[in-house]
């Protein structure tokens, strides 16, 4: 018996474990919505909620995802989000969204949503698109995609896209968070403030220090 009771307890255990990891994501709303508002007092998990019978069709809006958005910069990228900051009534549902345009061989450059996993979908242009597994695999899982192709990159995993086509690319994508965040790994790892000490730097990528100076001397674009 007291085995069995054992083994029943690992088993539940193991599930409840199972269970909270299936689950994990944005909380989940307690009411119909929950418009955010900001209180420059105090820090949440999120956002305060307003009142629910003040809210407005305008907390649940956003216009001009149809404009292209300005990729004259040094990746020939840029992205338009559309997340809770856009559309307060975003607030606890777990969802938001990018217009991500391109240039001829425009890039958005390796990088991670800590808070998301990600689905894009190819509206103009062909992209070229990957994502690498996690330690101690590194597999590099790649795919050229052209209009209407849909890809997804998991939760925390560095990807990219490149643009390979002669021609401007659009792409919309949804992430599974109000709120996902962004770490572009070059600029996190060579621009960070204060800098990461060049000795850290030299020996994790096993290159002299001159280099790594070189590469935090150079400015680092935000998308």
Not at 9 to 36: E, K
Not at 90 to 96: H, R
Not at 133 to 158: A, Q, Y
Request: charged share 15%; proline share 6%; glycine share 8%.
């Amino acid at each position: 018996m007291k085995k069995i009771g054992a083994q029943f307890l690992i088993v539940t255990v193991f599930l409840a474990l199972a269970s909270s990891l299936a689950f994990a994501s944005d909380p989940s709303p307690l009411q119909d919505f929950c418009v955010a508002i900001d209180d420059p007092k105090l820090f949440v998990n999120g956002k305060f909620c307003k009142d629910p019978k003040l809210a407005t069709a305008e907390d649940f809006f956003f216009k001009g995802l149809d404009i292209a958005g300005n990729t004259s910069n040094k990746l020939g990228s840029n992205v338009t989000a559309v997340n809770v900051a856009q559309i307060p009534g975003l607030n606890t549902l777990g969802v938001s969204l990018v217009r991500i345009d391109y240039a001829p061989y425009g890039l958005i450059p390796p990088h991670t949503h800590p808070r998301a996993s990600e689905i894009l979908t190819v509206l103009e242009g062909t992209l070229y698109v990957g994502f690498v597994t996690s330690n101690p695999d590194n597999r590099l899982i790649t795919k050229e995609l052209n209009k209407g192709d849909v890809f997804v990159f998991p939760v925390g995993l560095i990807h990219f896209q490149f643009n390979v086509g002669h021609t401007n690319a659009v792409a919309i994508a949804g992430l599974s968070s109000q709120n996902p965040g962004v770490i572009t790994i070059a600029n996190a790892v060579f621009g960070s403030n204060p800098p990461i000490s060049d000795d850290v730097l030299a020996k994790a990528f096993q290159v002299d220090k001159k280099v790594v100076d070189y590469l935090q001397a150079q400015f680092w674009v935000n998308v």
